[in-house]
């Protein structure tokens, strides 16, 4: 006797991609997955608990099928995670990448130092690793030590690529972020100014990297309640990466979330709300419920709501 169900195709290969890491503490880790498998596409939150890397993981899934008006948005972002994620190269660097993503700085610095060791003195990947280790001792609250790294780093890629590389525009950026870190938002800004200037020499003034170099210098503004020029350099940022990213991607969401900011702070109440929902349209489809960055957005739109009552 024939049973009337047919059985699940298996001409479909299931490919799972990790798009990234969203939030991290030093006991718990969440991320997102965009799992492609039987003709429909999934959108699954992991939340593991990271208390000891020795011990056996608790983790939490929640998996939820995407709709037919769902499925070509996140098939793009999909595709983008892929592009921006899929290695096959697996070593000390990239274990020491993985451990720096979850928060995980000194076991990470072990492994980067771990191989440093192994590296002649004239490997050309050494700036790469310097700068993987001014990276970790940012996180760390290390400043000078990280501008140390930063340097080393910056010194072998100017004597041994061109001057326009993209690892040097991009080191003077992390030059630029510790800087910032550290208060100094005058050091900040040449640094971040630099990068552009080396980006916009050599590429055109719509490469990717720029978008996250003039979100830099507008957070700088910001702080220093220069609105009109934080402004400027949010909507640049958001233009480039409207232009590079698909249209449900986190960093959109978060360009969205900082021109909604500045609005408020000049007291444009309803352009903030309109910037805040597009921010909070886009986080609630790419973004764990749970996320501090919707939380964030949920705050700022009742700041908004209340000035915005109190001037009416």
Known sequence: ??????????????????????????SSLIFVLVLNTLHAWFYISVECDLSSVDATMSIIIRMTLCSDDDDNDLKQLYDHVKNEYDREETNLLSLGDVLRNMGKFDLAEKYYRRWLSELPSNDPSLGMLYERLGTVADAKGEYDTS????????EIDMRTRPSDHVNIG???NSIGNVHGNKGDRGRALESYNRAVSLFKQAHDENHPHLAGFYNNIGNIYQEEKKYFEALDFYEKSLGIQENHLPPDHPDLGGSYNNIGI???????????????????????????????????TYVNMGLAYEDKDELE
Request: glycine share 2%; charged share 15%; with cysteine.
């Open 1 to 26: 006797m024939n049973s009337s169900s047919s059985p699940m195709s298996t001409n479909k290969k299931s490919v799972v991609i990790v798009s990234d890491i969203l939030t991290r503490s030093p």
């Open 170 to 172: 991009s080191t003077h």
């Open 262 to 296: 500045v609005h408020w702070c000049l007291g444009h109440y309803d352009l903030a709300l309109d910037h805040y929902n597009r921010s909070l349209k886009i986080s609630l489809k790419s973004l764990p419920a749970q996320h501090a960055d919707i939380a964030s």
């Open 147 to 154: 501008l140390e790294w930063y340097q080393k780093s910056l």
